[in-house]
């Protein structure tokens, strides 16, 4: 296993400042922030030029790693494949095809991305559609040599209602997308919030448990008695602000990284465990931000063996 980090969370620096900076921090792979330009939500950096990625940028960007001694474990582009309008989602799976095309030119093999939902039809619906739409992704990343991996994360801000944007958030809904030929990026703060004890996860799902991402989660106390479980309702102004908890970085939440670490390795898991940065109480400056993700390594650090 290795200790890496999602680039995500630092989108004004170049990859190569991030990796001078990882390497020295002690992080040994880098997670790869790979979303067009013009991202549409916080956490989202284009950290690779995926658009016309040639020869010359893949030597260059290999030799960045082997100078500062990291690996890329995975390319990083998290969106809504089954988006409900059809320029938006055709843009969208264009675009993760070419995050395939530059991780098979860095002999990366992994993508990650989001399963996704149309918010206006019904679950149901959006199930039969990825049948129609993910074997011809997942043949098209095969080809590469890459495997498309998807984060469990439930995404209830690209819901109006604050209900799951990501069908994938459930083992229930992993056994199924599993038949698609995707393999999980699990990541334990989100089954942390929706009640699934993150550790029992492990095990029966060892085998497609490719990549995994840390990130903690922190319950806010007596909230979830005023919001209920789906959060805030008729005063929810961030749509990802559900009012009872928040995102952390490890060792600030309530993850039992102990119990986590010790079943990844109990069950033969040997990629990198990724920190993702989305803590609030280490965001609004870089500095802040490198703080919190050296909080995590001090966490993760003495878990992980080197």
Not at 25 to 37: H, K, M, N, Q
Not at 277 to 296: N, Q
Request: aromatic content about 10%.
């Amino acid at each position: 296993m290795k200790l890496g980090m999602l680039t995500a969370c630092l989108p004004r620096l170049s990859l190569a400042e991030i990796a001078a900076w990882a390497s020295e921090a002690g992080y040994e792979a880098l997670e790869v922030a790979a979303w067009p330009d013009t991202g549409g939500r916080d956490f989202e950096a284009a950290h690779l030029p995926v658009a016309g990625f040639d020869d010359r940028a893949a030597d260059r960007t290999r030799a960045l790693m082997e100078r500062h001694g990291l690996g890329i474990s995975a390319l990083a582009y998290y969106e809504n494949n089954l988006h409900p309008d059809p320029e938006r989602r055709a843009g969208i799976h264009s675009h993760l095809k070419e995050v395939v095309d530059t991780a098979a030119a860095l002999d990366v093999p992994y993508v990650g991305t989001f399963v996704g939902r149309d918010w206006t039809r019904p679950v149901a619906h959006n199930l039969a559609e990825a049948e129609k739409v993910f074997p011809e992704l997942v043949e098209y990343a095969g080809e590469n040599g890459v495997k498309l991996i998807i984060e469990n994360c439930v995404m209830e801000g690209w819901h109006p209602d604050g209900y799951p944007g990501n069908l994938a958030y459930s083992p229930e809904l992993w056994e199924w997308m599993f038949s698609l030929g995707l393999y999980l990026n699990w990541d334990p703060s989100h089954l942390t919030w929706i009640g699934i004890d993150p550790v029992k996860t492990i095990a029966p799902y060892a085998d497609r448990i490719v990549h995994a991402q840390a990130k903690d989660l922190q319950i806010l106390p007596g909230k979830v008695d005023r919001y209920g479980f789906f959060g805030k309702a008729a005063q929810r102004e961030d749509p990802w602000d559900t009012g009872w908890w928040r995102y952390r970085v490890p060792g600030r939440g309530q993850v039992d990284w102990n119990a986590v670490v010790d079943a990844l390795y109990e069950n033969g898991f040997t990629g990198t465990l990724s920190v993702e940065h989305e803590d609030p109480v280490w965001s609004g400056t870089e500095e802040r931000v490198k703080t919190g993700l050296r909080i995590a390594h001090r966490t993760l650090r003495p878990l992980v063996i080197t």
